[in-house]
């Protein structure tokens, strides 16, 4: 299985033979940037708006709520993790979506998480192998971070960064989370493939470098 990051919350997962993703593939700052990818399924996690499903080529389904699908042989679950924002007394609504592929291999993209879920939230899922996790430490420190993680136990760890967060604040984020976590990451990757036979006893951060991110 292959993974490649887009930019935001957006990535591209592939496995050969089975159904591709792209999940919350979103509009460009310059209208004039379009993203060039082609996917079998699009996934949305939170404001549809924002996002520019129509420009992924080849798709045949999309996927914007809560549930249970299977599209080909490939079995996705939607988790509700809408926020309450007290103040402004409004829902802003997020869905989580776990991926299973038929050879095990498994990805938990968590969309715009704003709030520590409850642990039993995550309990209907078989295994995680790698976590697509935003990481923004205004919302959720290093700190809920690591115990979020811990609670899933995925094979993989891939920070993924907030629309709303410049990149300045991103890397401040990611640096506050690797420490956390107790590592050191220097270089960032393509991207991430992962293989039943290579997954690592503890869990490991992937640090991924933006393909193909409009402006």
Not at 23 to 46: C, E, I, Q
Not at 151 to 178: C, G, H, K, N
């Amino acid at each position: 299985m292959d993974i490649a990051w887009h930019g935001y919350s957006c990535f591209r997962i592939t496995e050969r033979g089975h159904t591709s993703v792209v999940t919350d593939p979103y509009r460009a700052k310059n209208r004039g940037g379009k993203f060039r990818l082609a996917a079998d399924l699009v996934t949305v996690s939170h404001d549809r708006a924002k996002h520019c499903v129509e420009e992924v080529r080849d798709q045949q389904y999309v996927i914007a709520g809560p549930g249970e699908y299977e599209v080909g042989e490939l079995f996705i679950t939607g988790i509700a993790l809408h926020h309450h924002d007290v103040e402004a007394d409004t829902v802003r609504e997020n869905v989580a979506y776990h991926f299973e592929y038929p050879n095990d291999l498994s990805v938990l993209h968590l969309g715009a998480l704003r709030q520590l879920p409850e642990p039993s939230t995550f309990e209907q899922l078989d295994q995680v192998n790698v976590l697509l996790l935003p990481v923004e430490g205004a919302v959720l420190g290093g700190d809920q971070l690591a115990d979020l993680i811990s609670v899933i136990e995925p094979s993989y760890v891939v920070p993924m960064q907030p629309i709303l967060l410049a990149d300045s604040e991103f890397a401040t984020a990611v640096e506050s989370f690797l420490k956390v976590m107790g590592v050191s990451i220097e270089d960032e990757e393509d991207g991430l493939r992962v293989t039943p036979t290579s997954l690592p006893e503890q869990t490991q951060v992937a640090l991924l470098s933006a393909n193909h991110k409009p402006s």
